[in-house]
């Protein structure tokens, strides 16, 4: 497993935050590249259910699925998700895996407005993705949690 650590204190207070984090079509919108909300439900206990596609720059499609499955309204959400299939390469033949994440974020109240700590981990499936993942392309997944923590914090700027 795969596990990352931020933390960014985001100008803004954890009520607003919690708001945008728990909201799929607002967290779709400070995705890197362009994402195409496929469906979304409630699905009870302030669940939520999530499929979509994400265009990536080369033109390859990522269909993913997130659940948020555990929540404290203004304090922490956490959020599943699968994408499958996951590989190699942009296209389709490439991508024969599967990743499972689950992201956390706690907040905080800060003097700065709220202090957000995010911890990611992402299995992959089979063991020859893990491994080239895990090992060749490890640092990315870092870059990805520090990235996410940034355009959040650039949601509430200015």
Known sequence: MIRTRASAVVAAVPEDVYALLA???????????????????????GRRFCRSRTRLPNGATVDAENTLVEHV???????VGDIHPF?????????????????ERTLAAHPGGT???MTAEVRITPALLRAYFGL???????RATDADLARLRAAFAG
Not at 23 to 45: F, W
Not at 73 to 79: A, D, G, N, S, T
Not at 87 to 103: E, S
Not at 136 to 142: G, H, T
């Open 23 to 45: 909201d799929p079509v607002r967290m779709a919108a400070l995705a890197p590249h362009p994402v195409e909300i496929l469906a979304a439900a409630e699905l009870g206990e």
């Open 73 to 79: 309204p203004h304090e922490r959400i956490v959020v």
């Open 87 to 103: 590989g190699f390469a942009p296209t389709r033949r490439g991508r024969f895996g599967r990743v499972v994440t689950r992201v």
């Open 115 to 117: 202090s957000v700590a």
């Open 136 to 142: 060749v392309k490890r640092d990315q997944w870092q």
